[in-house]
Structures are given as structure tokens and as C-alpha cells.
């Protein structure tokens, strides 16, 4: 077991190094991450795309998939949100449009697999896979991101054109985040299994050379003023000042309409009460960027009691749903949302659930020696209600 995890520890480096150009992760975070661009040719030596156009296409008229039509006619931008009819398709005109669609890897093994290899960077700051596909001359115009993105080629092949300008102003009344003053510095063909990284605010237009497709692996990178809202909101659920305000000592006053200093002193005390340390910052992180996005549904699996459900996991293993994300911060975990304190005895498996998305069918079986065992009671009881809750599923 030792030996396979060398080889596949050996494997993992090798094929890092492959999607970034023939540099470590350690190399790329210290030199390019949030930084500069790179191009990366043969990132994916073999790739050939996760689904076709008209995978695509069916993906986005499903309900619970986020997609949209982009369509250019005569320099006007339009947007169309789905989910599409599929008759919608045979209408388009041959080229100059764009479909757009979001979070594919919650529907897609595949393109989970796709995001795996992206692990040198948190789990934490992962956003999703946007695939998309454009006929001739389709894109979205020129346009930035305000999070690290890195653009892999499946079919055909896709210009890129860059800048780093620092002029950002949009165009008025766009139904996208157009640039008005867009001025390419650089221009790259990408073609199948290439990659370009781009960072924050890079000035970036995609037109398709062609029939092809895109996949977008972003990065999420919330706004300090959105991070704090939500982080005054986590804590005003879990505040208890018990404390009524009190003014034993009023006197009276010449503007009865007039907040008094005293007042405000009194107020400004109280609230000095309200204070949180590292840990809640940490828990409120789990909770948040761990919180299913609006349109996430999990489904509920067909009834199995506890004991079926055992026999599965030492037969079959378990792994995330698809649509799951489960974070750690020293001894909390967080999954979809909820919190957790991890007992030391099923810590390790927590942890490792989390890392690689799955827990072997080999660490439930009967113990042996040297290897893992996460056959705990505890362990099993909070999978189990878990697989109830359709967090997680069998591979």
C-alpha cells in the first residue's frame, strides 16, 4: 500500500508539472499566481474534451443547470439565461454566438476529475468548470474576471487576445461587463490542450477560430465588503449580550430631539462587547465557502438502514456527491454548510474525505496491520446521515 501511494504521489507531481509548463506548483504560485499570465502549451497533452457540443447543448435545458446564450449581431451584445428549449439551438445563425454553462462538474464525474488536478490550490478558493462552446467568431467580448482563472482548450481552437491595460471602464448599458476601450497586447492561438492562466483584472476576449470549446476552471475571490456582511451576519446568529442599555443618571436636556454624548459613550461600550477571535473567523470560512450555491439541490438516495449501508461502504467505499464541497480547519470540519467537531478517532478520515473527495472501500474492512481502518461507529453514523442527506454517494 506504501509503494502504490509512492507511485501515485510520483504520478500526481509529474502530471502537475505537465499542466504547468514543466514548473512545480510551488514555482507557479510563487511566480505567476496573481501575478502575471502564462501560457502553457500541452498543459493536457491528451485532452479531447469531457462532452460534446450537443452534451453541452442538453446540459443547459435541464432545470437545475446554470447556463446562457451570448449572441453578437451587428456590434449589440445580447444575453439569454436558460434552461433553453432545445429547438432554440436550431435557430442560431452559423457563427457569432456563444453558450455558456456553469458548474458542469456537479453534473459530470468527469469533469470533477477535471478539477482535481487543480489541487494545488485550496479547495477554499475553488469556484467552478465553465464549459463553453462557440462557433466562428462566438466569444463574449473583451471583457476581465475579478478572480484567477485558467482557460483550457478542448476542440478546435480559440485567440486570445491580453492586456494588461489599466483602463477598465465598461460599456454603458451592455448586458455584460463589456470593456469600452479594449486594446490587445498580446495574442495567442490556443489549440487543443493548451492553457493560458490569467490573474485578477487582466483584459482578456476569446474569439473562436472556428467550431470549439472552452473550459473555464475559476477561482472565487469574494469582495471584502461581501465577506463582511456575510461574516457580521454569521456572527449576529451566535451573539448573547444579555445586557440592557441603562441611564440611571439621566438629566435633562435643553434639545430633548438631541442624541446625547452620554448616550452614544454608553452605546459605544456596549458594543465593544461584541468581539470574535481567529476560531470564529475560521468557522465562519468553513461554514460560508463551504455554502451551496442558491441552485444546488441534493437529493435524498433510496431508504437503506445502517446496516446495508455498512456493507456498502466496505464493499464500494463512499466519495462527495458531485455537488458536495467539505472543508477543514484544525478540528472543525464543514460540509455544504454545517459544521462538525472531528473526535480523534475518525479525524484522519475526515480529513482525507475532504482532500480526495473519497474514502477507499479498503479502509473500512476489517482491520489489519499497518493499514488505515475507518471502521469507527462514530465515523459510519455520521457518513450515514450524511449519504441520507444526499451529501455524499457511492463511486
Known amino acids: 500500500m506504501r509503494y502504490d501511494a509512492a507511485m501515485k504521489k510520483t504520478y500526481k507531481i509529474k502530471q502537475q508539472k505537465t499542466l504547468l509548463g514543466g514548473i512545480t506548483p510551488r514555482q507557479f504560485l510563487a511566480e505567476y499566481w496573481q501575478k502575471k499570465p502564462l501560457l502553457i502549451r500541452g498543459a493536457c497533452p491528451d485532452f479531447t474534451g469531457l462532452l460534446s457540443a450537443d452534451e453541452l447543448a442538453g446540459l443547459a435545458c435541464e432545470e437545475d443547470v446554470q447556463s446562457r446564450l451570448v449572441t453578437n449581431r451587428q456590434g449589440k451584445w445580447q444575453v439569454e439565461n436558460g434552461p433553453f428549449d432545445e429547438t432554440r439551438f436550431a435557430k442560431l445563425p452559423k457563427k457569432d454566438w456563444s453558450l455558456l454553462v456553469q458548474d458542469v462538474s456537479h453534473h459530470l464525474p468527469e469533469a470533477m476529475a477535471l478539477l482535481q488536478r487543480f489541487d494545488f490550490i485550496p479547495h477554499a478558493r475553488l469556484d467552478d468548470l465553465m464549459v463553453s462552446y462557440a462557433p466562428d467568431g462566438g466569444g463574449v467580448g473583451p ?89 457580521l451576519a454569521y456572527m449576529q446568529e451566535r451573539l448573547s449580550l444579555e445586557d440592557m442599555y441603562a441611564d440611571p443618571d439621566l438629566r435633562p436636556q435643553k434639545h430633548p430631539a438631541k442624541i446625547s454624548t452620554e448616550m452614544v459613550g454608553r452605546v459605544a461600550h456596549m458594543l465593544k462587547m461584541v468581539r470574535w477571535n481567529k476560531q470564529d473567523v475560521a468557522n465562519f470560512l468553513g461554514s460560508y465557502l463551504s455554502e451551496p450555491k442558491n441552485d444546488v439541490v441534493f437529493e435524498a438516495p433510496a431508504e437503506m438502514d445502517l446496516g446495508n449501508f455498512l456493507k456498502h461502504l466496505r464493499s464500494k467505499g463512499i466519495a462527495l456527491d458531485l455537488k458536495s464541497q467539505a472543508l477543514f480547519y484544525g478540528e472543525h470540519f464543514f460540509i455544504n454548510g454545517e459544521q462538525i467537531a472531528m473526535q480523534a478517532g475518525y479525524a484522519d478520515a475526515l480529513k482525507l474525505l475532504a482532500d480526495q473527495r473519497r474514502l477507499a472501500a479498503s479502509g473500512f474492512a476489517a482491520p489489519r496491520f499497518g493499514d488505515e481502518n475507518f471502521a469507527d461507529s462514530g465515523l459510519v453514523n455520521i457518513l450515514y446521515q450524511w449519504y441520507q442527506d444526499g451529501y455524499l454517494q457511492f463511486p
Open 143 to 231: 471583457h476581465f474576471d475579478s478572480y484567477d482563472v485558467f482557460l483550457l482548450q478542448g476542440q478546435g481552437k480559440r485567440l486570445w487576445r491580453i492586456s494588461e491595460q489599466v483602463d477598465l471602464v465598461l460599456v454603458e448599458g451592455a448586458p455584460l461587463r463589456i470593456l469600452k476601450n479594449f486594446k490587445a497586447e498580446k495574442e495567442y492561438l490556443l489549440e487543443q490542450g493548451d492553457m493560458l492562466y490569467l490573474p485578477p483584472h487582466i483584459a482578456h476576449w476569446g474569439i473562436a477560430a472556428g467550431e470549439c470549446m472552452t473550459y473555464s476552471i475559476g477561482f472565487r475571490a469574494p469582495a471584502a465588503q461581501e465577506l463582511a456582511t456575510q461574516f
